[in-house]
C-alpha cells in the first residue's frame, strides 16, 4: 500500500532541509545496488518523487524542476525510498532507463574512478 | 599502484567543493553495494581520505574532522573512490567495521523506509 497524502505531508514536515532549502537525494539502481547519481530535491520535488513514481530533482543551476527523463528519456522510476537517521538525505532507489549521467555514461561516478589508498582491517591507522 | 601525491593534489584542485567549502561523499559498501551512509569532506578530509585508507568526515555540527571509527570503533576502510561527472560529489567504497550508523543500525537509511508510488515503463506519467 502507497501512503497516503497524510503521510507524504508528515515526510515533507520531518525532512531537515538545508539552508538553502534543499536535500541530497542518492540515487540507486534498485537491482544491481549501483549508486548513479547525486540530485537536490527542495520540499516539491520531494512530495513529487514520492508521489509520481518518478524522480523529480530541483537543479541548482537551472533554478527549477527537472523531472528526469523528460528531455533526454532516461527516466528514473521510483521504486523504494528512504531518509537516513537525521532526515538530512535521501535515498531513492529506481529503475533507470537508459544512461543515468548526462555524459552517456551508465552512472555519473563511472567517468573517472580515483586511486585512492587502499585501507585493511589491522593496518596500522 | 596508488595514486602519487601529485595526483592526490590534482584531485582536490579539480574537486568542486561548495561554497561552504564542503563536498558531500556517499559511503557505499563495497561488496553488498549497500548504500550506508552520506558524509561531508573539505579539502583536507578530502585529502586523508584518499591517503590513508580511512574515511574521514568534516563534522558540519561539530566543526571538526571526524575519522569514522575513533570514537565507535566502526571504522570504515577505503576501497575504492570516484568524483562525479561534475567533480562535486564523491563515492567511496568501504569496508565496514560494525554498523555505519550511530543508531546501531547497519546503514544510515535503513531506520525508517518511506512507502512511494511505485513507478514502472510505459504508466501514464
Redesign the interface.
Known amino acids: ?3 497516503t497524502a497524510d ?1 507524504v505531508e508528515a ?1 515533507l514536515a520531518r525532512a531537515n532541509f538545508a539552508a538553502d532549502g534543499l536535500l ?1 537525494a ?1 540515487i ?1 539502481q534498485w537491482d ?4 548513479l ?2 540530485g537536490y530535491m527542495n520540499s516539491e520535488a520531494l512530495r513529487r ?6 524522480v523529480t530533482f530541483w537543479s541548482r543551476s537551472r533554478q527549477e524542476f527537472w523531472r528526469k527523463g523528460d528531455t533526454s528519456g532516461h ?1 528514473q ?10 532526515d538530512d ?1 535521501l ?1 531513492v532507489q529506481v ?1 533507470q ?1 537508459g544512461a543515468a ?3 552517456g ?1 551508465h552512472a ?14 589491522g ?1 596500522p ?1
Open positions: 500500500m502507497t501512503q503521510d515526510v541530497p542518492i540507486q544491481t545496488k549501483d549508486v547519481m547525486l518523487t514520492l508521489t509520481e513514481g518518478r527516466a522510476y521510483v521504486r523504494g525510498a528512504a531518509l537516513d537517521c537525521d538525505t535515498l529503475e532507463i549521467c548526462h555524459t555514461a555519473c561516478f563511472d567517468v573517472d574512478p580515483l586511486d585512492p589508498v587502499i585501507g585493511g582491517v593496518e591507522a
